[in-house]
């Protein structure tokens, strides 16, 4: 009989803080610039250099403890972490170590549960090493990435299955996003996750030994990655072998974790009080200036969208996904107050279209224009039909609605006399369907009704049109 294991997953992740210099020097925190020209002799670690800190950088970490409902420590400590690797000149990276800024809290899962967390420390990014195509042996090395701030939220080994480590990186991602903690760029870097996975017997309270996936650069790789270390360890103790505490990489274009490294314990780090930083120390009325400063978060939006706008909860959870696509809605539906027509227009055609252009940006149109075009076909202009062709020029070509209707021709046919003519077309051409909607088959009407929709490039008008054809299909029955 083969023992059944439960998976045990504990999640460490990197946030950079979006503020507008880095942590221990006025160097700006940008992506994307040439190579090491965002630095001085702070960052580089020159000797004789003394850090200051980045007071944003502090109040962007307990922003992001307030929202997770850690303890915010009144005092905590900034340690160094030593260690030698080149994208590292100072030879140790300045963290928190046994005291750090936030303790506990937790990360909901969006279903009722919630993943709790053991601690979100301080600390700054090191640079980055890159190997360039037809370089030989050649590592070159980025120092911009030095000193950016970072905050590291560690989770409990709470964690049992890769899916809910997705929703976990989902739920955690847009709660660090609106608060605009991190702008949650996973391309760039900006939210960076490694796994700890290990297994345990189902029904056993002590934890296995865990290893530590990195190079997790998705969420997708995330799950992937998990999912095939569950496998590997399985694999590795159903074959009677033990699990040894390591450091993989994630491969993610052959799927299979990599060893790296034996896996470094603390002591290796020779942690100890950072001397050129004194104890960080917050006094109540700066947290209550924290805790006043915090944007609405989530759950609170989504309640808020279904109170106030009358929204189903899944358009709501759909709708406040994103802090921006909920600033969206809210713009438009300003400009045009009838929420329920706005919210319908952005679950479907509008997510359509996203869709279709692969990615989960906006697309490139202004809530302004989007309720002008509403406005147009609330007013009679288009119709809906009409008035999604104009929304996919008005993506494509960045012109706004009144224009676009014109140039594409699409003013809504409400002339009954120019309408009848369509009517009696698609009739004439159809009588097996005209016969059975006769018959009591009502469903035809539908199929019909497009028909005449084609004919009018979508421009007729439904609230004529819809009367319209079963009177004239009901003038036929005699
Ligand atoms: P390390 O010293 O290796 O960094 P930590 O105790 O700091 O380990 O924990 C790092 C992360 O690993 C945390 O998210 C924690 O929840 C997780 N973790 C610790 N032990 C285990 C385990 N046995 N299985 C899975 N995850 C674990
Ligand atoms: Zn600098
Ligand atoms: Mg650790």
Redesign the pocket.
Same mark, same amino acid.
């Given at each position: 009989m083969t023992a059944r294991y439960e998976p @045990?997953?504990? *999640? +460490?992740v990197h946030a950079q803080l979006m503020t507008r210099t880095k942590i221990f020097c006025g160097c700006e925190n940008r992506f994307g610039a040439p190579p090491n020209t965002l630095v001085c002799p702070v960052c580089l670690g020159m000797p004789g250099v003394l850090p200051v800190l980045n007071e944003r950088a502090v109040e962007l970490a307990i922003r992001a403890g307030n929202a997770l409902g850690c303890d915010i420590r009144a005092r905590s400590i900034f340690a160094r972490k030593n260690y030698f690797y080149p994208d590292l000149p100072k030879g140790y990276q300045i963290s928190q170590f046994d005291r750090p800024i936030c303790e506990g809290g937790h990360v909901p899962l969006g279903d009722g549960r919630s993943i709790e967390l053991?601690r979100i420390h301080l600390e700054e990014d090191a640079g980055k090493s890159f190997h360039p195509e037809g370089g030989g042996e050649q590592s070159l090395v980025d120092l911009n990435r030095c000193g950016v701030p970072l905050i590291e939220i @560690?989770?409990?080994?709470a964690i049992f299955s890769a899916e809910d480590a997705y929703s976990y990186l989902v739920n955690l991602k847009r709660i660090l996003e609106y608060t605009e903690v991190c702008d949650g760029n996973m391309e760039q870097g900006s939210l960076r996750c490694d796994a700890? @996975?290990?297994l345990r017997p189902v029904g056993k309270k002590t *934890?296995?030994? !865990?290893t +530590?996936l990195k190079n997790l650069n998705s969420f997708r790789a995330t799950r992937l990655g998990i999912e095939a270390e569950i496998a590997r360890q399985e694999k590795v103790l159903a074959g009677g072998g033990t699990i040894r505490q390591e450091t993989l990489q994630w491969d993610a274009e052959r799927g299979v974790p990599v060893a790296m490294r034996s !896996?470094e314990?603390?002591h290796d780090y020779r942690y100890f009080p950072e001397p050129d930083l004194p104890p960080l120390l917050l006094s109540q009325q700066k947290l209550q200036a924290v805790r006043d400063s915090m944007p609405e978060l989530p759950a609170a939006k989504r309640e808020r969208f279904q109170t106030e706008y009358g929204l189903r909860e899944y358009d709501a959870g759909v709708l406040t996904d994103s802090a921006q696509f909920a600033r969206f809605f809210e713009t438009v539906v300003k400009h045009f107050p009838h929420a329920d027509r706005v919210a319908n227009f952005l679950m479907g055609p509008y997510l359509r279209l996203q869709k279709e252009q692969e990615g989960d940006d906006l697309l490139p149109v202004t809530p302004e224009a989007l309720a002008e075009l509403l406005a147009l076909e609330k007013g009679g202009t288009v119709s809906p039909a009409a008035g999604r062709q104009v929304f996919e020029a008005m993506v494509r070509t960045g012109k706004g609605p009144a224009d676009l209707v014109k140039e594409l021709g699409l003013e809504q046919i409400s002339d009954d006399g120019a309408l009848q003519t369509v009517v009696d077309e698609v009739l004439a051409a159809n009588p097996e369907q005209v016969a059975e909607f006769l018959g009591g088959k009502e469903k035809v009407l539908g199929f019909l009704m497009g028909q005449v929709m084609k004919a009018t490039r979508g421009k007729g008008n439904p609230k004529v049109l819809t009367p319209m054809l079963r009177s004239s299909i009901e003038a036929k029955r005699g």
């Open positions: @045990v997953i504990g *999640l +460490e053991t @560690v989770s409990e080994p700890n @996975v290990s *934890l296995g030994t !865990k +530590e !896996k314990e603390a």
